[in-house]
């Protein structure tokens, strides 16, 4: 590559890691292929890469409970959206838009039957509208994203089942 081409490409992470401070977002990847002078392959983050360590905290012996108390206790516990098998994922960092323009009905609602490609809703990433489709077919479940949110790579948009 040209020291020009250089001079771009440190322009252009220049550029990717002022839009990640701008928006607040934690991780941004991104591809840029040359016609003959191959790719540049650029991932800016601000999360470090350090390890987390493992601290210990002591807790009191828990007195003793009726087993139907104990079986109960992890189908209290919060479920994570992330994990459910029908939770559709954000396959970008992004803006959330529920619907295509500002005062239009949103593409799907909780309830709604959808059939598999059909759009769920837009994720603006550097100024493009992607439309994000169905996975799968079947009915939303749930929302999890509000319009005009930032989401990050792999969070939970929506579950459908």
Known sequence: MTNKSHDDDVAFIKSLAELLRKNDLSELQVKRDYENEGSLNVRVSRVSSVAPTAVHVAAPAPAAAPAAALAAA?????EDPAAHPGAVTSPMVGTV???SEPGVEAFVKVGDEISEGQS??????MKTMNQIPAPRGGTVKRILVEDGAPVEFGAPLMIVE
Request: proline residues 14%; charged residues 15%.
């Open 74 to 78: 992890p189908a209290d516990a919060p």
């Open 120 to 125: 769920l809703l837009i994720i603006e990433a």
């Open 97 to 99: 838009y529920l619907s």
